[in-house]
């Protein structure tokens, strides 16, 4: 079955601390994209960052990494140097091929950043 | 700055009651949906359009119809509320074809907190 397993329902941090944010997946098709989104208190999801499945790179966008690693079927989302604004909740999922476009959710992360 | 706009924010309805939602997108995007969102599930989708007058199931549909007659808009309607629907919606758009963040990523409203009572 598919699915995105996100273990952390909740992480406190203390700001300018790095964080990581654990996401797992399950599939067996070969290709398919895996997204971070946040979704801050006013709660508009805001897309963070994409890592397809032949990406041999691992996708950066200015602070956010994604740590992908293919064979643990992991994709964990990496915050560098955190601030107050990252206070959110954090969603992993995953987009497989011949979805029609739809994707699998996590259960999300909340994360808060402590000053 | 590329929008999607939700008509309300905050709705309470009475069971029974037709409820409509309204979402507009300004973004020329093929793609719109409607998701629910439940403290501890994530997202599930209810419907999906991938182009005017088209529809299709999400995971979730029952209780629920859609309406694309226009590109930009996408409604969702509850033909007889009930309190089990009590939820955040989101409505989301994307591109059309292609893999990729570029033309995959969605662009979210700021949801409707609906109760019904």
């Known amino acids: 079955a598919q699915k995105i397993t996100q273990t952390q329902p909740g992480m406190f941090v203390q700001e300018k601390e790095a964080v990581t944010l654990d996401c797992t997946y399950d599939t067996s098709d070969q290709s398919y994209g895996l997204f971070w989104y946040k979704q801050p208190s006013s709660g508009e999801m805001i897309f963070l960052i994409y890592q397809g499945s032949y990406d041999e790179q691992n996708a950066t966008e200015g602070r956010y990494s994604l740590n992908f690693q293919k064979a643990r079927k992991s994709a964990n989302l990496v915050i560098s140097a955190s601030q107050l604004g990252d206070s959110a909740m954090y969603f992993c999922?995953?987009?497989?091929?011949?979805?029609?476009?739809?994707?699998?959710w996590g259960a999300g992360t909340k994360l808060i950043i402590k000053p | 700055d590329v929008k999607v706009t939700q008509s309300s924010r905050y709705l309470v309805k009475r069971t029974g009651e037709k409820v409509f939602l309204e979402c507009v997108q300004d973004?020329?995007?093929?793609?719109m949906f409607w998701y629910r969102q439940d403290p501890g599930l994530g997202l599930r989708l209810i419907y999906f359009s991938y182009d005017v007058k088209m529809k299709e199931k999400g995971d979730i549909p029952e209780g629920y119809s859609v309406s694309r007659e226009k590109k930009e808009r996408f409604s969702l309607i509850l033909e007889s509320a009930s309190t089990n629907q009590t939820s955040m919606y989101l409505c989301?758009?994307?591109?059309?074809?292609?893999?990729?963040?570029?033309?995959?990523?969605?662009?979210f409203g700021s949801g409707t907190q609906l109760s019904v009572l």
């Open positions: 973004m020329d995007h093929e793609n």
């Open positions: 999922a995953m987009r497989v091929e011949g979805s029609n476009y739809q994707l699998i």
């Open positions: 989301a758009s994307s591109f059309f074809v292609g893999t990729g963040a570029t033309n995959e990523k969605l662009f």
